[in-house]
């Protein structure tokens, strides 16, 4: 297949759960448009996850509006599996015009005119508007601190798959958010000795008096808090769906077994040394929980919500020798760690994007993902509009937004004057059909969407 010649109203790149909720939002508003996605629908859930990972939240939570996953008990933790199938089948619902296995490798805007040209693995295409949802964590990052050591596996927590994977013997896991805690746990049950690195963190409780946390923040209106509080942009968030889902308690990882330390410092002949921020640390991920335990007591009060008290939630269980007594430095050796698991987050990488869009940092300059630069849009990035944007219950949102934004470009675009008007444009201005935009001033050129199958 070529995708020579083609021109497009809209492009979409990439078909995660970003692209998917795009493409349904401009086909509902009869938007004519295309996604490209290099690899399949979804496939950061198929190959981008360590092979035991399940949803953070419940399925009737982490999923678009439109669908329930099918057979599914709606208070579970769907597989990475089922969540890219669900994606798959969620497209087919309303024929995404979705073209898999097709890389876009370069969009510059056009000189003189509207719209952009496109560079992809399948040829050369013109676009006038696209919307980029290539997805919030698109690079591993592994700090500069990583020591350069052959003894050592190293490995990021994109690459992580199972605990086979890794060699004999004992395991650094750094980063303690959802990835990090869910990989140290996994180890640790599989036989292996693991030291586990934790950092500033939020960790809500898995459930409160019979609701999940995600039903929680949702009513209290934290998915939708749109600013980032002030020095929290380092503090990760700990949950995990896993073993049908349990709060994250790292007193509890500890007694059973993990060896809790404080943020890694650096690397020298061998030895790592860690901050002495590990007390600190957890005290402020207690006091996040206690405080979420406090917000979620007094909106039940206010509403009179009758939902069972639960007071064993606020036990802490005791403190474990490593949190009183904290290591300052390992002997990777001396402890036989012979592994590292970095789990450390991602960067986002735009080098293909060839357009006036970002700040002196790179960063994407945007409103709600609306860019600086005209016909450039950004989707699926966190903090995009609000707390949810990354996630699937707020990507879709998002979308929404943008396809509102499109159309109502699309109908400037389409405006003639007097002198300019003719019976084909003022179809056109009437937004009757995708043909009657055609040959306008605007310079929308398009394909019927039914066209494109979802392949
Ligand atoms: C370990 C982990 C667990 C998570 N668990 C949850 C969870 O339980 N619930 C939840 O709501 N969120 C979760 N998230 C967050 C978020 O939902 C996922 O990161 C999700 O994959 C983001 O979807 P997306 O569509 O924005 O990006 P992605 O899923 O990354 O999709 C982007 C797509 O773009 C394609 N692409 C990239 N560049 C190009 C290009 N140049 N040309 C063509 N195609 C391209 C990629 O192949 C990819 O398929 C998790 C994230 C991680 C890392």
Redesign the pocket.
């Known amino acids: 297949m070529t995708l020579e010649a083609t021109s497009i109203d809209t492009l979409v790149?990439?078909?995660?759960?970003?692209?998917v909720a795009m493409s349904e939002h401009l086909s509902k508003l009869g938007v004519p448009h295309l996604v490209?996605?290099?690899?399949r629908i979804?496939?950061?859930?198929r190959t981008g996850?360590w092979d035991s990972?399940v949803?953070?939240?419940p399925a009737w939570h982490?999923r678009f509006p439109n669908l329930e996953f099918a057979d599914f008990d709606p208070d579970g933790f769907a597989s990475k599996e089922q969540v890219a199938d669900y994606f798959v089948a969620y497209a087919k619902k309303f024929e995404a015009p979705i073209h898999t296995g097709?890389?876009?490798?370069k969009v510059v805007r056009n000189a003189g005119q509207q719209g952009f040209t496109v560079e992809t693995s399948e040829g050369t295409i013109k676009a006038d508007r696209v919307v980029v949802?290539?997805?919030?964590?698109?690079r591993a990052v592994i700090p500069p601190i990583a020591p350069q050591d052959s003894r050592l596996t190293q490995i990021h927590s994109a690459d992580y798959r199972n605990p086979a994977q890794l060699a004999e013997g004992g395991v650094l896991v750094v980063g303690a958010g959802?990835?990090g805690v869910q990989i140290a746990d996994e180890l640790q049950r599989a036989g292996k000795r693991v030291y586990l690195s934790v950092g500033a963190h939020d960790r809500p409780p898995r459930a409160y008096r019979g609701r999940d946390f995600c039903w929680w923040l949702g009513v209290l209106g934290e998915w939708d808090a749109e600013v980032m509080k002030p020095g929290r942009e380092h503090v990760t968030i700990a949950v995990s769906?896993s073993r049908g889902g349990h709060t994250v308690d790292f007193r509890r990882l500890a007694h059973q077994g993990i060896t809790l330390v404080g943020l890694t410092k650096s690397f020298d002949a061998g030895v790592v040394t860690f901050e002495a921020d590990l007390a600190e640390n957890i005290a402020r991920g207690d006091e996040n929980y206690l405080s979420l335990l406090d917000a979620a007591d007094a909106y039940a009060e206010r509403n009179g919500l009758d939902l069972p008290d639960e007071p064993e939630a606020r036990v802490i269980p005791a403190d474990p020798e490593c949190l009183t007594h904290p290591l300052h430095d390992l002997d990777l050796a001396q402890a036989g760690v012979t592994s590292i698991v970095w789990a450390t987050g991602?960067a986002v990488d735009f080098s293909?994007l060839n357009v006036n869009a970002f700040d002196e940092k790179g960063k994407p300059k945007h409103q709600r993902g609306v860019s600086k630069e005209p016909g450039i849009y950004f989707l699926?990035l966190p903090w995009l509009s609000r707390r949810g944007s990354?996630?699937?219950?707020g990507?879709w949102h998002d979308a929404r937004h943008i396809a509102d934004h499109i159309v109502t470009q699309r109908k400037y675009l389409a405006y003639y004057d007097e002198s300019q008007r003719h019976p084909q444009c003022r179809d056109a201005q009437s937004g009757d059909s995708i043909e009657s935009v055609e040959n306008t001033p605007a310079g929308s050129r398009v394909h019927k969407v039914s066209e494109m199958g979802v392949n």
Do not use: M
């Open positions: 790149v990439g078909a995660g759960q970003a692209g490209l996605e290099r690899a979804a496939e950061r859930w996850r990972l949803a953070n939240g982490d097709v890389e876009v490798r949802a290539t997805g919030p964590f698109q959802s990835s769906g991602y293909w699926g990354a996630f699937i219950w990507v």
